[in-house]
């Protein structure tokens, strides 16, 4: 028979205890209270409110970045009407132009800031092209003079980068017989130094950019005024798109038949060809309802693919447009440069000019990179103006009838 007997823990149990202590106090070194102190309490307390607060900062930056980014996109959005989205866009480029020029953006360098003010201006030229039948000859007259007259501020900077630019890309092209010529090293550090001061001087000369906020300014307050109609399609448009798509037509023949002033003849074509295509981005709707047929078998793979093709048309188009915008732009930069090394046969060696062997090398390079160019520019310009203005226009319809450009 098993009997209990009587232990030294028996004995020493007690119930008067703390119960967070052993019972006879009999704690290890090291062991603590396991209520913590009101000190560490009160920081982790802190710790966790400056958490939350930072959390909820962050996320509001991201809400506000979010929505400027929306309010800025340069094309329709899901369910947008096409007047509220033309002035959205309007109002979105001139902050863009305005912010360049106020030096907006801390770590924006100053070639960035102009090309990023140029090239919202350069949109903003476009859309008042497409909605210059609602805003009447004379309204229209005066808010493209003040863009025009923005962007001509700054085109001294422009076209000092784009020198330098060209000059490197040719000599990447080339680089045995371009790059271990000195006078090329010569003409570009020359090109070099009049960009690094072209864009400073745009930007800082007070007068000169004072006078563009100013009307662009203005300009914004007119444009939150717009009341542009909205009958529920592209009707208000239309006209305007044919004759934007026309005059890029007819710009292309002149080109093309040209043997004298071909340069200047391509590169006002090439002003059509952007605003052709930022007409097509401003008519492309972001998350647009984009219905496809249900039908099966191969009848109806074929009409699946016509519909595909047909709702997203506006967005070939702005693809197409911007790869010849970029090949007739190199062709105008070159023949910029070009003109340049020409300008340097009249100057002398100690200034920085290239000498004869350089100004031939270069110039036989340009003339050939400007043949190819402009071959491949009129054999894509044949395919995107491969329509007239009435058939280009209806097809913007069948793409928005297939919910491309609808409301939902």
Do not use: C, N
């Not at 939350?52 to 929505?67: G, H, K, M, N």
């Not at 102009?114 to 004379?138: S, T």
């Amino acid at each position: 028979m098993m009997t209990t007997e009587r232990t030294a823990i028996r004995r020493r149990l007690a119930v008067r205890r703390t119960a967070h202590r052993p019972p006879w106090r009999g704690r290890k070194a090291g062991h603590g209270s396991i209520v913590a102190p009101l000190a560490a309490t009160l920081a982790a307390t802190l710790a966790l409110g400056v958490g939350v607060a930072l959390a909820r900062a962050e996320r509001e930056r991201r809400t506000a970045r979010d929505a400027r980014s929306r309010d800025r996109r340069f094309g329709l959005l899901a369910g947008e009407r096409l007047g509220v989205g033309l002035r959205r866009m309007a109002l979105g480029q001139l902050d863009v132009a305005i912010e360049s020029l106020e030096g907006r953006g801390s770590g924006s360098s100053p070639e960035k800031r102009v090309h990023e003010a140029r090239k919202a201006l350069k949109r903003l030229r476009a859309l008042l092209r497409l909605v210059q039948d609602e805003l009447g000859k004379q309204a229209y007259a005066r808010e493209a003079e003040v863009v025009r007259k923005a962007g001509r501020r700054l085109a001294r900077a422009r076209d000092a980068e784009v020198l330098l630019s060209t000059l490197d890309g040719l000599v990447r092209r080339h680089p045995r017989k371009l790059g271990s010529r000195r006078g090329v090293q010569r003409l570009r550090a020359r090109l070099q130094s009049e960009r690094d001061g072209a864009a400073e001087l745009a930007l800082a000369e007070s007068a000169t950019r004072a006078g563009a906020l100013d009307e662009l300014r203005a300009l914004r307050s007119r444009v939150v005024a717009w009341e542009l109609a909205d009958p529920g399609g592209l009707e208000p448009v239309e006209a305007a798109l044919e004759r934007l798509y026309g005059t890029g037509r007819r710009r292309m023949r002149r080109a093309t038949r040209a043997t004298r002033a071909r340069a200047r003849k391509l590169h006002e074509w090439r002003k059509r060809v952007k605003d052709l295509r930022y007409a097509a981005e401003m008519l492309e709707r972001d998350g647009g309802d984009r219905r496809r047929p249900r039908d099966r078998g191969k009848a109806g793979k074929r009409r699946r693919k016509r519909a595909s093709g047909k709702a997203e048309f506006l967005g070939t188009v702005a693809r197409r447009a911007d790869d010849l915008g970029e090949l007739l732009g190199e062709e105008h930069d070159l023949s910029v440069l070009a003109e340049r090394v020409r300008a340097e046969a009249r100057a002398t060696r100690a200034s920085g000019a290239p000498g004869s062997g350089s100004r031939k090398a270069l110039l036989r390079r340009i003339a050939r990179r400007r043949r190819r160019l402009r071959k491949r520019a009129l054999r894509d310009g044949r395919r995107l103006y491969g329509r007239t203005p009435a058939k280009f226009v209806r097809r913007v319809r069948s793409a928005a009838a297939l919910g491309a450009l609808s409301r939902r």
